[in-house]
């Protein structure tokens, strides 16, 4: 995917009056963000109190940035950075897996017109298989791809998570991978390994949960809606730390720019694009749950060294910031609970919704968006033998009890092939 996080956000100038600390005893406020101002007790400015101001801003300016203090002024750095290690260590996991799954596809065993055949039992399928350059359908289904009926009739419901660690060739994890680390890095970078790593999950869950209720032919898999997920929780980020950015329209409109060129993408014929949006939906709500910020002029008293008091009694968060994340949180635990509860008891959202496909693939004249795929099983569940078909993204159930095997295959075929 396209997507690109390289999005300068710079953080306003501190007011005169915000994060204000006062020295014991003294007659003047020093600031962080700040040159000192003359007051009733300080000496006159005459050449020597320049020069002495002037010290204090040198001082000021050489120790900004590093965490000291300088001539009595304060460097208050109110956000850690992280080094980054999580995001680094998803990208070569998913690499590893990759390269376990092509060596467990071994398509020289299977096929004579592999490519790359050069590289033994880790060449890729037959390009009219896998254009992506990757393992076959049937190997992306061991190793955990998303499989309704297998999620729904055999309780395999780890696929939900396990898909999002599997990618169909060389080009689907390259283009996965560059997209974590430029979006990645820089959100482990500010918010630390604990929130960033929830998130991806989550929001891969999220995908995954909405690809699952509305795409039901076939099998899924690929990172994309953990990707679509940290893409929303920068731009939720924005929304509830507004307080301290200084060009927050300019990073809104660029943010809400490249998530509409995205999501364009999706529209096109086989793409998950219902992935994408469920991730996206996932991470915009996460982040306010697990991005969010002080607001600006809040100074944390333990961060104040012996000696210095507060003058801003600022509290930390702003009241709409705990109503979106009071808000996200219902939504969150509701969107799961109820969206697990429509996927187990086999609800394909395309026949309750009949333009909702149009999320996922817009026909042109260029393509079409039917999918080629059927896919029947027969499933034995209660004593009772069922036969489930799904055919261009519709399912359909049969009670087959008391048929024979010949009768159960040839119902099967018929239906499929309709």
């Known amino acids: 995917m396209g997507m690109d996080s390289r999005i300068e956000i710079k ?27 003359p007051s009733a007790s300080s000496p006159p400015t005459d050449g020597r109190g320049r020069q002495q101001q002037q010290a204090l801003e040198e001082g000021l300016r050489h120790s900004h940035g590093r965490g000291r203090q300088g001539r009595g002024l304060i460097d208050y750095m109110p956000f850690k950075n ?20 092509m060596f467990i596809n071994n398509c020289p065993k299977h096929s004579s017109s592999c490519v790359g055949r050069f590289l033994g039992r880790f060449s890729f399928q037959p390009m009219k298989e896998n254009p992506l350059l990757g393992p076959s359908a049937d190997t992306l289904e061991k190793m955990g791809a998303l499989d309704v009926i297998k999620v729904v009739h055999k309780h395999q419901a780890w696929r939900l998570i396990s898909c999002i660690w599997l990618h169909a060739g060389v080009f689907h994890i390259l283009a996965n991978m560059l997209s974590l680390l430029f979006i990645g890095i820089r959100l482990e970078q500010e918010f630390g390994f ?13 995908g995954s949960l ?58 096109l014929p086989h793409v998950d694009n219902f992935a994408h949006i469920g991730g996206f939906i996932s991470g915009f709500l996460l982040g306010f749950v697990f991005l969010i910020r002080p607001q600006f002029g809040y100074v944390s008293k333990k961060h104040i060294p012996t000696g210095y008091i507060v003058t801003s009694n600022k509290p930390k968060h702003k009241p709409y910031q705990y109503i979106l994340w009071l808000v996200s949180m219902i939504l969150l635990v509701l969107g799961f609970t109820f969206g697990l509860i429509l ?5 394909n959202l395309n026949d309750q919704c009949s333009w909702c496909h149009y999320m996922s693939c817009v026909p042109t004249k260029l393509w079409n968006c039917k999918s080629q795929q059927a896919y029947c099983e027969s499933i ?6 069922n036969l489930t078909c799904i055919s261009n993204g519709k399912s359909s159930i049969y009670n087959l009890s008391g048929e024979s095997t010949s009768q159960v295959q040839q119902l099967c075929t018929k239906l499929c092939s309709r």
């Open 194 to 206: 604990v929130r960033i790593g929830l998130l991806y999950l989550f929001a891969g869950f999220g």
């Open 380 to 385: 034995e569940y209660q004593n009772q033998l």
């Open 11 to 37: 953080v306003t100038n501190p007011k005169k009056v915000d994060n204000v600390v006062h020295p014991v005893g003294q007659g003047h406020a020093t600031s962080a963000s700040s040159p000192p101002q």
């Open 343 to 347: 996927l187990f008891r086999g609800v």
């Open 82 to 101: 992280w080094v980054p290690w999580l995001i680094p260590g998803f990208v070569i996991a998913n690499v590893v897996v990759f390269l376990i799954s």
């Open 210 to 267: 909405m690809s699952a209720l509305f795409i039901q032919a076939g099998i899924s898999v690929g990172a994309s809606g953990a990707l679509f997920g940290l893409l929303g929780s920068m731009l939720s980020e924005l929304i509830t730390n507004w307080t301290i950015y200084a060009n927050k329209l300019a990073a809104l409109l660029t943010l809400i720019f490249i998530v509409v060129i995205n999501l364009a993408v999706g529209l």
